[in-house]
């Protein structure tokens, strides 16, 4: 209160930080009560309270105050976090936690100490290549042939990796980190509109997503598929493009609004009746366009109508008469939520509604299934230490589990969790909700 009245009084000097009356309000709303706490996977495993969200607010607050400095050590702790919001998911005084670190992280980027700015590469490909499906294409196929040619496991061999050049050594971090995968072709390459065999129940806008589309096809194929099996038109508009998570992540904010004004554009052609995505990240973003161009008089209205019919892929399905498409399958399943199913969206219930209804199957809830597995967008690249302790403690509890399959229901954790999987030859198939349905389906 004292700090609110200060602040009306001219008595808190606007910091390096620049935030707006509203936007430093936000910060008081923080009680420092701490039930926050444990909630966090970055304060769960270093137990320091400047890595926890309480302690991150505490830290944007001084930086605001003007009262600490930004150092390495101090950015370190801010960009730890993973955006996962399981603490806004927790916090009993509503604090918008998410929205206050897009927000810092958006400025710190303009003041030239974006997250990004002592790993170049990393920051061309997030900037330039990652959102734009034919680079990224052709930095896998880049990727592929050098590993076909024997250049990286040759470059491997070296163990003191020092002697490198930094340019080569952080594209080493990042090869690591991107899957094997081939050129595929789909059934839907190339078209607009996509008929369902029965009647028609609804028609369903349908984001391909960056990382989804070059390296995980079968996923969006699966999701497909199975649309169309329950009667939906399914429709991918050509125009679209990334959803715009990962910039907003890491600070990039203008970029971020620019792609959700070019899927605004793409998919309101269409007069859909939803707007679908299999990415939890994906859906999580475009729900919040809203929020992100609320300032933008020409897009505000336009950005609100849209937000208002994104639907997470598995929200959609469980909505739709799923039962009857289903056969047994005789498997032992686990599931792991997504962050931005669970905490962003408050999606709990739908995936493991979907799963146990399928015939035969024996579903075994995963110990601290709600806990991020370290994968969190580009976090891990850029936090590969505690991006692999995460994932060694998810791996523990799918283990306990001695499930045959582990499910999830976002690309981007498919991806971590087939990466720890295969590094620790464990006798698990990792599957996208999708996929598992379009099994069960026979589609
Ligand atoms: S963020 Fe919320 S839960 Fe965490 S300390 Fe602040 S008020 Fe408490
Ligand atoms: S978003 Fe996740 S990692 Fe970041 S402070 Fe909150 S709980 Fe911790």
Redesign the pocket.
């Known amino acids: 209160m004292q700090q609110r009245e200060a602040r009306k009084a001219g008595n808190v000097s606007d910091g390096l930080l620049k935030f707006s009356d509203a936007e430093f309000e936000l910060l008081l709303?923080?009680?420092?009560?701490?039930?926050?706490?444990v909630s966090c996977p970055v304060f769960t495993q270093t137990f320091d309270e400047v890595d926890s969200?309480?302690g991150r607010?505490h830290l944007l607050r001084a930086l605001a105050e003007r009262r600490i400095s930004i150092t390495q050590t101090l950015l370190n702790h801010l960009y730890s976090c993973l955006a996962c919001r399981a603490?806004q998911a927790?916090?009993?005084?509503g604090?918008r936690?998410a929205f206050i670190t897009e927000l810092a992280r958006a400025e710190l980027e303009r003041k030239g100490f974006g997250v990004t700015k002592r790993n170049k590469l990393l920051r061309l490909l997030i900037r330039h290549v990652f959102p734009y499906r034919k680079r990224f294409e052709l930095l896998i196929r880049f990727v592929e042939a050098c590993r076909k040619a024997g250049l990286i496991s040759m470059v491997k061999r070296f163990e003191n990796f020092s002697i490198f050049p930094k340019a080569l050594r952080e594209w080493l971090q990042i090869e690591e980190m991107l899957p094997s995968t081939r050129a595929k072709r789909a059934f839907y390459d190339g078209r607009t509109v996509i008929k369902p065999r029965q009647k028609q129940r609804m028609k369903v806008g349908f984001l391909l997503g960056c990382a989804s589309e070059v390296l995980l096809k079968d996923v969006n194929e699966a999701s497909i598929k199975v649309l169309l099996e329950l009667g939906c038109e399914v429709i991918i508009p050509e125009e679209q493009t990334c959803c715009g998570a990962i910039a907003m992540h890491t600070g990039f904010d203008e970029d971020a609004k620019r792609f959700a004004k070019r899927n605004i554009e793409a998919f309101e052609r269409y007069d859909v009746d939803a707007i679908v995505s299999n990415a939890a990240g994906c859906s999580t973003a475009m729900k919040e366009y809203a929020q992100w161009l609320n300032d933008d008089e020409a897009f505000k209205e336009r950005a609100k109508k849209f937000s208002q019919l994104v639907y997470d892929w598995t929200e959609i399905v469980a909505q739709l008469p799923f039962y009857e498409h289903m056969k047994p399958l005789p498997l032992r399943v686990t599931y792991d939520d997504p962050c931005h199913l669970l905490h962003a969206q408050g999606i709990r219930e739908e995936p493991r509604k979907l799963i146990r209804a399928i015939p035969s199957i024996e579903f075994v809830e995963l110990p601290e299934a709600e806990m991020c597995c370290g994968g969190a967008g580009v976090h891990g690249m850029l936090f590969r230490e505690l991006s692999m302790e995460l994932l060694e403690r998810k791996l523990k509890n799918i283990k306990e589990t001695c499930a045959q399959v582990v499910v999830t229901a976002n690309t981007g954790c498919k991806l971590q969790l087939q990466y720890g999987i295969k590094k620790h030859g464990l006798n698990v198939r990792v599957m996208h909700i999708a996929e598992l349905l379009a099994l069960s389906f026979g589609v």
């Open positions: 709303d923080c009680v420092r009560c701490g039930f926050c706490l969200p309480r607010i603490c927790t916090c009993p005084s604090v936690y």
